[in-house]
């Protein structure tokens, strides 16, 4: 099956800094997508991404899905305590089932 | 808009008990729900395709008579753990995909089941 590589597997960093996160995968997606899961609940929807090529913002968050369609990188520019959380990449094929890279965990020190 | 309500979001069942978790779109009509099974510290694997009016699409090593699900109408879609186990414990998540022209898919809050 469709395997997605996540990196980096956690990250802890100062308060104010940049972080950036990204997928790979073997095999071609239609959609990328970046979610972040707070601890008990369903993964919350940050950016979705639609063609090869596209840069998207949302807020101090930007993406970009691959030229190859085969990755996606998530960079999050000047961090705050609230961005902590557990960020997962999703590659979406065309029958709309998702699948999921293995989290990055965020620890930002105030 | 496009809020997905789950429930229960925490059940405490004994082993071989049933228990049903119920996924319901409350603004908008899901002809496809995607159910999603969560250990902890791990990403959310997907278990099956659940499609109004259909029988429902099960991933490989799934079992379809372990997990019953039922996609009765467009707004709820329902997953039973039949005779639940320890090992079925987990944090178990919907999505519902939204019908038409700019869908889109929306998770719910997710159910963590214990099964003791």
């Known amino acids: 099956g469709q395997q997605l590589n996540q990196s980096p597997q956690s990250m802890f960093i100062q308060e104010g800094e940049d972080v950036s996160m990204n997928c790979t995968s073997s095999?071609?997606?239609?959609?990328w997508l970046w979610y972040k899961q707070d601890p008990g609940e369903g993964p919350v929807l940050l950016i979705a991404l639609y063609k090869a090529g596209e840069l998207t913002s949302n807020g101090r968050l930007t993406a970009q899905f691959g030229i190859t369609r085969k990755d996606s990188f998530l960079n999050i520019s000047a961090s705050i305590p609230s961005d902590v959380g557990i960020y997962f990449c999703a590659g979406r094929c065309s029958a709309g089932k998702s699948t999921f890279g293995d989290g990055t965990t965020l620890t930002v020190k105030p | 808009g496009a809020v997905v309500s789950q429930h229960p979001s925490r059940v405490i069942c004994k082993s071989g008990t049933s228990v049903k978790i119920e996924c319901r779109s409350l603004?908008?009509?899901?002809?496809?729900m995607f159910w999603y099974r969560q250990f902890p510290k791990q990403s959310l694997m997907l278990m099956a395709t659940?499609?109004?009016?259909?029988?429902?699409?099960?991933e490989q090593g799934v079992e379809k008579d372990k997990f019953l699900i039922n996609h009765a109408s467009l707004t709820l879609s329902t997953l039973t753990v039949t005779s639940a186990h320890p090992e079925d414990s987990s944090f178990y998540i919907c999505s519902a995909r939204r019908s038409g022209l700019n869908y889109g898919y929306t998770f719910g809050s997710g159910t963590r089941l214990t099964v003791v």
């Open positions: 603004d908008f009509q899901a002809t496809t």
């Open positions: 095999s071609i997606f239609n959609t």
């Open positions: 659940s499609n109004e009016g259909s029988k429902a699409t099960y």
